[in-house]
């Protein structure tokens, strides 16, 4: 469309002889502008808020600390029931290892039968102490 057909001005010369159309406010002006600072009332208030974290950072704590107990005891029943198995267990290895001693015992009389002088079973340090195997193990077939 052309400008003449929007202001019903047909055959206008030029742009100057159109008559002046301005952007105004509506009929009985624009609404209020709220610039005001308006802060609702409703809501728990601060210090409420800050009760309700406390206690619930107290109840989470309190929890903890009834959890800690818990694995306490079950941690030292687990200590004890290691405690009270323990002379089994020793009494077992002792006795594996005098089975694995007199196998090593045989193994080096055959091996040094022809060596003079020595003797079976005794310490080659000579420090007057008996030491058991800092392995755990007799293994002739490595010696």
């Known amino acids: 469309m052309t400008e003449a057909v929007i202001r019903k001005k047909p055959g206008m010369a030029s742009v100057k002889d159109m008559p002046l159309l301005q952007d105004g406010p509506p009929p009985g002006g624009f609404a209020p502008v709220r610039y005001a600072r308006r802060i609702p009332n409703k809501g728990p208030s601060a210090i409420a808020i800050f009760l309700g974290a406390f206690g619930a950072f ?3 704590m309190y929890q903890v600390g009834q959890g800690n107990k818990i694995r306490r005891a079950l941690k030292e029943e687990k200590y004890a029931a290691r405690r009270a198995i323990l002379p ?3 009494a077992e290895e002792d ?3 005098v089975k694995d001693w007199k196998k090593y015992l ?3 009389a055959e091996v040094m039968k ?5 003797k079976v079973g005794e310490n080659v340090y000579n420090s007057g102490r008996w030491m058991p195997p800092a392995t ?3 293994r002739p077939e490595v010696w």
Do not use: A, C, N, T
């Open 58 to 60: 107290s109840y989470g």
């Open 88 to 90: 089994v267990l020793q």
């Open 95 to 97: 006795e594996r290892f």
């Open 106 to 108: 045989e193994y080096e």
């Open 114 to 118: 022809d060596v003079p002088g020595w």
């Open 136 to 138: 755990g193990e007799l």
